[in-house]
């Protein structure tokens, strides 16, 4: 019987993909548990940067955005986003992570609106903060999302930050820097990354309980499979402890 939810999975899973030593920028949520929880455990030189200007800051508690003073607390350096995002275009951002409404097969995200017309869309959602300019300009982007077919999309409504835009070469011929995009995909079924030439999502590892047809069968577009997948290892006793008693007690995102 599991002893964790798959919000507390995913976040133990995205906190191993951060180095020790490296930069990230950092959204509210998920994912700056994930910062948070690699600072505590495999990454404690971890920089976490947020777009409103706080730059490794010792995050006492989860803040409630990136604008919570918390995210500037004991921080290196009270910045402001110019600076942030001038850091993300010199390269010296390596990771990003970032959620969505919709997420396509080469990892390009919507999170601006659904529908087909944007001055009248079905659903308005927040927009981009500073998601394109992580997408764009940091070395690798995690996406983290819960895995539904109305979110990973043949097409999205709108492309708010860039993925691997068609395939191929077509990121670098756009102009965005070389060698940079999106890297991971995590779920609470599954982790994927983008196959080599045709940068096309690909499940390289499944998580506890579920199979290949689940995750395919909540995915909107065809997935590539690699040739080796894993089984996702679960949280650790050490990591479900850090999160329910120091990141998070209230359970404000491990809860949801």
Known sequence: MKNYNIMELMICVAARELGNGRTAGIGSGAPCAAAMLAQKTLAPHLVIMF???????????????VGDSRTFHKAVRAGTMFEVMQACSRGMVDYAILGGAQIDLYGNINSTMLGSDYRKPAVRLPGSGGSNDFASLCWRTIIMSVQEKSRFVPTLDFITAPGWLDGGDSRAASGLPADCGPYRVITDMAVMDFEQESKRMRVISINPGCTFDDVQNNCGFELLKARKVFTTK???????????????????IIGR
Not at 51 to 65: F, H, K, R, T, Y
Not at 237 to 251: A, G, K, T, Y
């Open 51 to 65: 777009e409103s200007g706080g730059i490794d800051p010792l995050i006492p508690e989860m803040p409630v955005s």
């Open 234 to 252: 679960p949280p650790t006793v050490m990591e479900l402890r850090i999160l329910r008693e120091e990141i998070d007690p209230e359970r404000t």
